[in-house]
């Protein structure tokens, strides 16, 4: 137990009420739509969509018949379309009663939809409906435009691929990565039946019966259709009737089949084929809804070699408490008979991931390693004592993934391996702390959350786990051809510290983007000034190299930061930007192969330092709080967190700057752990389950000292969400992409809670 949580210990929040609002429609709204004009023009709007589906009807045969004539395998026999919908006023059920599967719903009202119907005879129905004003027409009115066929590359393909899309080489060989929808027409799943619906218990008894076995039958005909796709998919790839070269390179250990990384309304995979089949599979394999190229993980600063080291260290690491929490390090892996960390390993469960080298989990990466530098950062997240014991807070789990390079192998597909890293890691021994210091090398994207990061979110979601990721690095100077500018690029572009981190090319790294993830930036501990050299931030500023938010969706992104170093640059034009002595984190190095000494140094910097420095924090709250739930350690140390001085001065223009690069700040054991005589944190215990159009109403008394109108406190009071829900990556929009979205409604001045209640679920 951490003893200084034991005088001041949190505080219940205590649930007052509850309830669900009668109706989640958005009836009663007035407001003239594009929808209300194209009723009361029936005649051009109905002629106008007709022509549309005519044409798209001709040219899939047209298709078709080329295919047969080229000999090629048609699969799979369905018409792709892109609409253009009123989101004002349309339903998806809309289309589904259509026999249109929709594939994908996009920003501005655009959806990537399929039907097994190539003649489209429902949807034509419907337009005859429109036209003589009969019941079942009126969807047509919400339609507001079918695009053309061509244009599903600008749709589908990520930015770089789309730039590249007019010179891709029919034979030339791609690796790339797919996202495949697969819900089918089916509708969404009717809520669970509620006891209040039902007089008798007999009843009740039965409705729930029927809702499981209705829900059986849905996910198991999900499970078929996926299945089915899939197997479409490889049929597609490999068609040995044409020259398409097409394999499934998803699979880390040989002699296993590929594969495919599944959502919930979805699966993605990487792939390998020639641009011929690229472009088939863009324009005729109707359920792809996106393509981007393969993440490269982000290469780490290389170790200053004129770095003053640390020696003459005597500690002795004491192990921790046999029912410690378990972090697992998802990494290059790990030196385990490092003295400072030997008795913290759960050797019995360390694992290598790695193709060929399914044995080996040492940190081969030179000069210090980078596992083992973070590894050591969970157990000494401030310096490294020089002697004396010290018990570790928490069992240390070696999952090493990079190899000796640093690179990671191109048969692990980043969803899949983390699949497979939190099923032996959390069913085994129940790890629930995942830190990954892993990126990819380029600013994450900000149409589709990545395969990548939507596994990390739906395993949150399945499971009771945090990972902690890395924010990612900017790099110091150019190297090769890349979308992230460096540092020296940008000073030279005349865009100076700290103005260029709120360009977008030091956007976030994947998979940093992650919703459910908790995501982690870096900070100056100190400045640093000399005749030669001077740092770039000051103190508790954002690090130079620290990649800045927002995230995708205009989500807060780091929220939190930690100190992972700094830089300091000279007087050159242009300057030479290096780490020196004092201004990185004092980090444990690996002691095996070149560069091996010392143990301890202040030699290098990034994100993937600050990162476990978080991942300590959340040890301890889990040694603090075995019983309670990851949501709650992350809502602790994001309300744990504080902005430095200096952010708090700024203007409010300003801060939004500062949002981007720090997120909600510092956070801070002493805080997360527990209350101080004039701060309290109220906690909610366990699992709250809320589903759509519930309300919870909790409620906080405050002492009459605290609500005196002639005392002038300054009180400030912060409220931290932490949630999860299911999330569906074939939606390009944040309220969508998660199943249920969560907010909050404080209650006016002296208003009683039964008519808050009645206040938030009319709205």
Request: glycine fraction near 6%; include cysteine.
């Amino acid at each position: 137990m951490v003893e200084s949580s034991q005088g001041f210990p949190h505080i219940d929040l205590r649930l007052t009420d509850k309830g669900t609002a009668k109706s989640l429609g958005g009836g009663g709204n007035k407001k003239v739509t594009q929808t209300h004009i194209n009723l009361s023009n029936r005649q051009g709007h109905g002629s106008k969509i007709q022509e549309l589906v005519s044409s798209l009807i001709s040219d899939w045969k047209i298709t078709q018949q080329q295919q047969e004539e080229d000999k090629k395998l048609i699969l799979p026999d369905s018409i792709p379309l892109i609409l253009q919908i009123d989101p004002e006023t349309f339903d998806l059920d809309d289309l589904r009663t259509s026999e249109i599967e929709i594939i994908s719903e996009l920003e501005d009202g655009y959806i990537i939809g399929a039907s097994a119907d190539t003649n489209l005879t429902e949807l034509q129905k419907k337009i005859e409906k429109f036209f003589n004003e009969q019941q079942g027409g009126g969807v047509i009115a919400k339609i507001l435009n079918i695009l053309d066929k061509n244009q599903r590359p600008e749709f589908i393909l990520s930015p770089k691929l789309l730039e590249e899309w007019e010179q891709i080489k029919d034979e030339q060989v791609y690796v790339v990565e797919v996202g495949i929808s697969c819900l089918g027409t089916t509708t969404k799943l009717r809520d669970y039946p509620e006891q209040k619906n039902y007089r008798k218990p007999e009843n009740y008894v039965k409705a729930i019966k029927n809702w499981i076995d209705k829900r059986d039958i849905t996910y198991d005909e999900w499970d078929d259709l996926a299945s089915k796709r899939q197997q479409d998919l490889m049929n597609f790839i490999s068609n040995p009737k044409y020259k398409y070269n097409g394999k499934l390179l998803s699979s880390f250990i040989e002699d296993n089949p590929p594969q495919f990384s599944e959502a919930p309304d979805s699966f993605s995979c990487l792939i390998q084929i020639s641009g011929l089949c690229l472009k088939d599979l863009v324009f005729n394999f109707s359920y792809i809804f996106e393509v981007t190229e393969k993440d490269n993980i982000a290469e780490p600063f290389s170790p200053n070699g004129e770095i003053s080291n640390i020696s003459n260290i005597s500690l002795v690491l004491q192990p921790p408490e046999k029912n410690a929490p378990n972090v697992c390090v998802i990494d290059s892996g790990i030196q385990e008979q490092n003295p400072l960390l030997k008795n913290a390993i759960d050797s019995g469960n360390s694992k290598s991931w790695i193709p060929l080298e399914l044995n080996l989990t040492a940190d081969l990466v030179s000069n210090g390693g980078h596992g083992t530098r973070v590894a050591g950062a969970v157990l000494y997240p401030i310096s490294v004592p020089r002697s004396g014991t010290h018990q570790a807070i928490c069992w240390l789990q070696n999952a090493r993934v990079l190899d000796s390079n640093c690179r990671l192998s191109d048969k692990l597909y980043p969803p899949i391996l983390l699949e497979n890293i939190v099923e032996f890691y959390y069913s085994q021994t129940g790890t629930r702390i995942f830190n990954h210091s892993i990126n990819g090398d380029v600013p994450c994207r900000t149409r589709y959350m990545s395969a990548w990061a939507a596994a990390i979110d739906k395993l949150t979601y399945e499971k009771d786990i945090l990972f902690i990721v890395s924010a990612g690095n900017i790099p110091v100077e150019s190297h090769g051809i890349s979308t992230r500018l460096s540092i020296k690029s940008h000073i030279l572009a005349g865009r100076p510290y700290p103005d260029y981190l709120s360009e977008n090319s030091c956007r976030i790294a994947n998979p940093a983007q992650s919703l459910q993830a908790l995501t982690v930036g870096s900070i100056t501990r100190n400045s640093f000034r000399d005749l030669s050299w001077s740092s770039l931030g000051e103190k508790d500023q954002p690090s130079a190299f620290s990649c800045s938010g927002l995230g995708i969706w205009d989500t807060i992104k780091p929220e939190v930061v930690e100190y992972g170093g700094d830089l300091v640059k000279d007087e050159g034009q242009p300057p030479n930007i290096t780490c020196i002595a004092g201004t990185g984190p004092e980090l444990l190095r690996s002691t095996l192969g070149t560069g091996s000494t010392p143990i301890v140094a202040s030699d290098t910097f990034g994100t993937s330092f600050a990162t476990p420095k978080v991942s300590h924090i959340a040890a301890c709250l889990a040694a603090e709080f075995p019983d309670e739930k990851c949501l709650l350690y992350r809502a602790l140390i994001v309300q744990s967190a504080r902005w430095p001085e200096w952010a708090i001065a700024k203007s409010d223009e300003e801060k939004k700057n500062v949002i981007r690069q720090i997120g909600y700040g510092i956070p801070n054991l002493e805080r997360a752990l527990s209350n101080t005589p004039n701060r309290s944190t109220l906690i909610t215990r366990g699992e709250q389950l809320i589903k759509a159009g519930d309300a919870h109403i909790y409620q906080v008394k405050l002492p009459n000292s605290l609500r005196s109108p002639g005392e002038e406190f300054e009180i400030l009071i912060e409220i931290t969400l932490s949630y999860k829900a299911e999330p569906r990556r074939t939606r390009r929009n944040r309220r969508k992409y998660l199943s249920t979205w969560l907010d909050w409604e404080c209650s006016k001045q002296g208003e009683d809670p039964k008519h808050f209640l009645g206040r938030v679920l009319a709205n």
